[in-house]
């Protein structure tokens, strides 16, 4: 079974550019999350979709970040002007839905340096 | 709504147990516990459902309180390859799936 994948590996932009991750689930995983880490800390949640539709995006910056899942499967997260404070790993991870006792699997993530 | 964990970073020689702890202020659906090594993405280590719930395979096992409101990682026997950060994650419904700050575990020969 292909895992989860996500491009580019690495970004590196300058600050009040724009930049946008892709993301490939797990054939049939209906929810997907994306997930940023900053260097030494948990994974913070930005956006879970089901399907294409959006189940929480409480803690997304809405005023720079955007994430769409067209058709319910691919996915992009979109930032726009970034930030230094940006930088970070963006996780994505997708899950079966319905059923609580499922696990979420995750992508390789991809590196954003915001010079 | 971000769970709790601690500590934050445990050193231990080879064969030396340790525990980690995760809990929130409100009684949850589930814990997933993950590790992660440097530069990798975080992997599945088991979830758990039920109050009072136990689980674990070789020597990582896990328990979920009664309440649901804590649950403690345990790793016993350590060997090198446990080295990594543990993370909790926890959900309170609609999947919605989020993690704590995690804990550093070092494990030197």
């Known amino acids: 079974e292909a895992g989860v994948a996500q491009s580019p590996r690495y970004k590196i932009i300058e600050k009040r550019q724009s930049v946008a991750f892709w993301c490939n689930p797990i054939?049939?995983?209906?929810?997907l999350y994306w997930y940023q880490q900053i260097l030494g800390q948990g994974p913070k949640l930005l956006i879970q979709?089901?399907?294409?539709?959006?189940?929480?995006d409480s803690q997304l910056p809405k005023d720079r970040f955007s994430a769409e899942r067209l058709k319910g499967v691919d996915s992009t997260l979109k930032i726009q002007p970034a930030k230094l404070e940006d930088s970070a790993v963006y996780l994505c991870?997708?899950?079966?839905?319905?059923?609580?006792?499922?696990?979420?699997?995750f992508g390789q993530g991809t590196r954003l340096t915001v010079v | 709504q971000q769970p709790v964990q601690s500590p934050q970073a445990v050193i231990l020689r080879e064969g030396e147990d340790a525990v980690i702890n995760c809990s929130s202020s409100?009684?949850?659906?589930?814990v997933h516990w993950y590790r992660q090594k440097h530069g990798e993405a975080p992997v599945f280590l088991m979830i758990?459902?039920?109050?009072?719930e136990q689980k674990g395979h070789d020597k990582i096992s896990a328990s979920f309180n009664e309440k649901k409101q804590q649950s403690s990682l345990y790793l016993t026997a350590s060997q090198l390859s446990y080295s990594g950060t543990y993370f909790c994650?926890?959900?309170?419904?609609?999947?919605?799936?989020?993690f704590g700050q995690g804990t550093r575990l070092t494990i030197n020969p």
């Open positions: 991870a997708s899950r079966k839905t319905g059923n609580m006792n499922t696990e979420a699997f």
């Open positions: 758990l459902l039920k109050g009072g």
């Open positions: 994650g926890t959900e309170k419904g609609a999947q919605k799936l989020v």
């Open positions: 054939s049939g995983h209906a929810t």
């Open positions: 979709f089901q399907n294409n539709g959006v189940v929480d």
């Open positions: 409100k009684a949850l659906y589930s």
